[in-house]
């Protein structure tokens, strides 16, 4: 726990070292105790933290959670629609298989449920095989059909006969991860600049204004195409992922500049400040040990405000074909192949990563908000 | 006036510079250019490209020469000639290749804005002055739907919705098309706006002069109307700044999913082909005239605002 320092009027009912105490006979909290207790009445904010944990969870377990790896198919069920569990009490849950019928003339197969088949699905059942974490290899998996030869598609296929659930599930790891490290880039760009704009002031701010202006007043979309359809085919999957983020954050630090800059113009000038640098302190001591700490918690806000704005941006890009692209899985790569309404009039399934893409925003948002009204608790 | 409407001009030079010199660059940015990935797709064609015709063609386009002569040649004529290059994939001069489409662009991104305006104003001032009613709430709600929803989820599931349902085909041109395309445009940017009217109003709400006016008996709907909501419209001028770019990166992606006849597809076709001229100058006049918009907005929020207009002395 770091000791964090509080506005002028407030300090004195601080102690540090402890997270709630007393102090002449009065109860004290920290300022993250502080902010927790206000951001626990925005209900909102605490279902979008559950739902934020929970999406974050299914990415770090995502071979564990998912029946299938994301390479497997079949190609004999091509779009087969979602499959309905059934629990039978004697005999454990089971789904119904399909019989197809080929259309005679585009040969293209049309499935129906068949009630007569039954596949029996197991929960912890033996599949692949798969490195959890990278490291530790195993073959279990929550959910999945007890003969591995069987189809099971609980959520409908793809055009290659891809099980979506599975791809769905290994999506949330890239989807979710660009965002974060694309925002990790913005933050460090931004706090640079807009720290220096903001303290130093004069005509070092103006210039910095000026680029942040100009930034911000591009329109963000064709400069990602541009620069997105600018890198080279012939890059890994591995390049194209952190070329991506780079180029995320290229768009995204202006925001976070601008915030950082605000606070450092209403710090400066601050008791606490002056103090500081009145007792010897130099110029990157009062900016990184007095003055930041006093507003991580808005910090923390505008970074959870602009995952979201990423991981759109993300899904649009791969949506178009220039962002991620196969053999890597993310929502915005499952959604290309919902591309135009014959195929969704077939498969409407497969708009699911959408659904998926919205739940996510959601949530971030709403802890977003609920951070933002509660990074200052002091504020009534 | 005059001096702010002069200095904001002055401003934009060097961001307009910018913007073309950026333009440029990232056309530059891929390995190879247009007839080497022309060439390669004539080949696979099983076509043979005469080596000589292909040198023609590189003195023609000056392909050879370093990046900033390339610069030079293309700013240069659009300066002096109004002439953007010619598109290698069409073989039009890219003028007429963007003026075909361009009034698309600017008609679907300005009844997009009204639409904003539209739902946003009615929306605001209703959740602004019923704070926490249900209403608000639900006003709240949708906004954040607007907000998470990806523009182009929204136009699928409405061209989904219409074929399904209605059994109506949407591609192209049609009143249809164009409608959704419109309302699918127009929300992206409604939910900001009406948080920014709602934040501005209830501001405006709480200064002694309306609790004054209140207490004389003056009738809530003339002490809302009258100056509240005329002081919080004053920031919503100024909304067009930030909606404006979104809503042409908007456009650009729905017009692809839609394909409508705008700058768009036109775009992202160009960069798939390496066609750098018809790309840049793309990239270059969507970015100069959201600049222009932006001052537009900035111009007509001083004429209103004469803080802001003092401001800038």
């Known amino acids: ?380 | 006036m005059l001096t702010y409407i002069g200095r904001r001009c002055l401003y934009m030079v060097p961001t307009l510079f910018a913007i073309s010199v950026v333009a440029f660059a990232i056309i530059q940015l891929p390995p190879g250019d247009f007839l080497t990935s022309w060439v390669t797709r004539m080949e696979s064609e099983g076509e043979k490209v005469d080596p000589a015709m292909l040198e023609g063609l590189r003195e023609r386009y000056a392909l050879g020469d370093p990046f900033y002569v390339q610069y030079g040649k293309w700013i240069s004529g659009i300066l002096f000639h109004g002439d953007f290059g010619e598109s290698f994939e069409f073989g039009r001069s890219v003028t007429s290749l963007v003026l075909d489409r361009l009034p698309w662009s600017i008609g679907l991104t300005v009844f997009a804005l009204i639409f904003t305006w539209v739902v946003a104003f009615p929306i605001g001032l209703y959740s602004a002055v019923r704070q926490y009613s249900i209403g608000d709430y639900l006003a709240t709600t949708i906004g954040f739907l607007g907000l998470a929803i990806p523009n182009f989820m929204l136009a699928l599931a409405m061209m989904y919705i219409a074929y399904r349902v209605f059994g109506l085909s949407t591609s192209g041109i049609s009143p249809l098309t164009i409608g959704i395309a419109i309302v699918v445009l127009g929300t992206a940017g409604t939910a900001g706006t009406i948080r920014i009217l709602r934040a501005n109003l209830l501001d405006e709400l709480k200064k002694p002069y309306v609790v004054a006016a209140r207490a004389r008996g003056v009738s809530e709907r003339a002490l809302v109307v009258k100056y509240p909501v005329r002081m919080a419209l004053n920031p919503f001028v100024s909304t067009i700044g930030w909606v404006l770019p979104g809503l042409v990166g908007g456009e650009v992606i729905v017009a692809q999913v839609l394909n409508l006849p705008t700058t768009g597809p036109l775009l992202f076709s160009a960069l798939r082909t390496q066609d750098m001229y018809l790309a840049g100058s793309i990239i270059l006049i969507i970015s100069v005239l959201t600049v222009i918009g932006t001052l537009l907005s900035d111009i007509l929020l001083a004429w209103l605002d004469p803080r802001v207009r003092l401001g800038y002395r």
Not at chain 1, 191 to 207: A, C, H, M, N
Not at chain 1, 255 to 262: E, I, K, Q, S, T
Not at chain 1, 304 to 324: Q, V
């Open chain 1, 1 to 380: 726990m770091t000791t964090v320092l509080l506005d002028a009027d407030t300090t004195s009912s601080v102690e540090a070292g402890a997270e709630t105490g007393t102090k002449n006979g009065r109860r004290t909290a920290k300022q993250w105790r502080l902010v927790w207790w206000k951001f626990r009445q925005h209900k909102l904010a605490m279902v979008g933290l559950v739902l934020m944990f929970g999406i974050y969870l299914v990415a770090l377990f995502a071979e564990f959670l998912a029946p299938f790896g994301t390479s497997t198919f079949n190609s004999e069920y091509t779009y087969a629609p979602p499959q309905r569990i059934h629990v039978d009490w004697g005999e454990g849950l089971y789904v119904h298989g399909y019989t197809s019928t080929i259309d005679e003339e585009t040969f293209e197969p049309t499935f129906e449920v068949d009630e007569s088949q039954r596949i029996e699905i197991g929960l912890f059942v033996k599949g692949e095989e798969y490195e959890l974490f990278g490291l530790i290899p195993w073959d279990r998996h929550l959910i999945g059909p007890e003969d591995p030869g069987q189809p099971m598609y609980l959520l409908g296929a793809d055009r290659n006969g891809h099980d979506l659930l599975s791809r769905l599930i290994h999506g949330t790891r890239i989807s979710m991860t660009i965002g974060l490290v694309g925002v990790a880039m913005a933050l460090v760009l931004g706090i640079i600049l807009g720290g220096v704009s903001g303290y130093f002031g004069g005509r070092t701010d103006t210039v910095i204004q000026r680029i942040v202006e100009f930034f911000m007043s591009i329109p963000g979309i064709p400069l990602w195409m541009g620069l997105s359809a600018a890198l080279p085919h012939e890059w890994g999957p591995m390049q194209r992922y952190f070329a991506i983020t780079v180029i995320l954050a290229v768009i995204g630090w202006t925001d976070m500049a601008r915030v950082v800059r605000g606070r450092f113009l209403s710090l400066r000038n601050e008791e606490f400040v002056t103090s500081a640098r009145l007792d010897g302190s130099g110029r990157p001591r009062v900016i990184y040990r007095h003055m930041l700490p006093s507003f991580t918690s808005h910090l923390i806000a505008s970074v959870t405000l602009s995952i979201p704005a990423m991981i759109l941006a993300e899904t649009s890009l791969s949506f178009l074909g220039l962002g991620l692209q196969d053999p890597v899985v993310s929502w915005g790569v499952l959604l290309q192949d919902a591309q135009n309404v014959r195929v969704l009039s077939t498969a409407p399934w497969l708009m699911l990563p959408g659904v998926a893409v919205i739940v996510a925003v959601l949530a971030l948002n709403f802890v977003g908000d609920g951070l933002r009204d509660a990074a200052d608790p002091y504020k009534r």
